[in-house]
């Protein structure tokens, strides 16, 4: 069964101070990695598909980079926009495209 | 990517009873999907729903339970039937246009937050 676990829970950061979160995952056979943002009250919102090892993609201050059983959403001086939930996702080949989600880091950045 | 209406946005329902939730897209679509989240879990797949057939269902979902329907390529109902306490949760619709445009990933309404008393 896939599994996709996030760490941490929660993360509290200062305007400007870098962080990673984790998202560990265990497929069988990777089809897509996905990041989505979260905010109170919306649906998720897309930020990066990434496929195979080593891949690495960026968005502002947000860059996301997958290995072979994890993947990082690393978040370079970040600010208090920044701040949601950040839900990993996977996707398996032969799923039917079902996504199988972490429980998502709850994200604050203090001013 | 797709632009999703999902009604109502919230509806605070008696035990027993029926709400059934809308998603309206607007462009067709391949793929459309039904989500449950519950506070302090993971987005759960219900089912796929699926054109002119029946939706695909996840383990633990029923049929019974959460009757879907996709009329056309831009729209589909989820029914929550027979409402419990344990209903209460967000549900959320969300569409892949097509298999290639899996880099833009799936889009996600905003959801209907359901609670049930």
């Known amino acids: 069964e896939d599994q996709v676990t996030q760490s941490p829970e929660a993360l509290r950061l200062q305007e400007g101070e870098s962080s990673s979160l984790n998202c560990s995952y265990t497929v069988s056979g990777l089809r897509g990695l996905f990041w989505y943002r979260q905010d109170p009250g919306k649906g998720p919102e897309f930020l990066f598909t990434?496929?195979?090892a080593g891949e690495e993609k960026e968005k502002e201050r947000l860059k996301a980079t997958l290995t072979k059983k994890e993947s990082f959403l690393h978040i370079t001086a970040p600010k208090p926009e920044d701040s949601a939930t950040y839900l990993c996702a996977v996707q398996a080949k032969g799923s039917n495209y079902k996504l199988t989600f972490g429980k998502g880091t709850l994200l604050t950045v203090n001013p | 990517s797709a632009v999703i209406s999902q009604k109502p946005s919230r509806d605070i329902c008696q035990r027993g009873t029926s709400l059934t939730i809308q998603c309206q897209v607007d462009?067709?679509?391949?793929?459309m999907f039904w989500y449950r989240q519950q506070p302090g879990q993971s987005l759960t797949l219900i089912a796929t729903a699926n054109q002119g057939s029946e939706a695909t269902y996840e383990s633990g979902f029923v049929i019974d339970k959460f009757p879907i329907s996709r009329p056309n390529l831009t729209f589909s109902t989820l029914t929550v039937s027979n409402m419990s306490p344990e209903d209460s949760s967000i549900y959320l619709c969300s569409v892949l246009r097509t298999e290639e445009q899996l880099n833009y990933g799936y889009t996600f309404g905003s959801g209907t937050r359901l609670t049930v008393v």
């Open positions: 990434l496929y195979s």
């Open positions: 462009s067709q679509v391949t793929m």
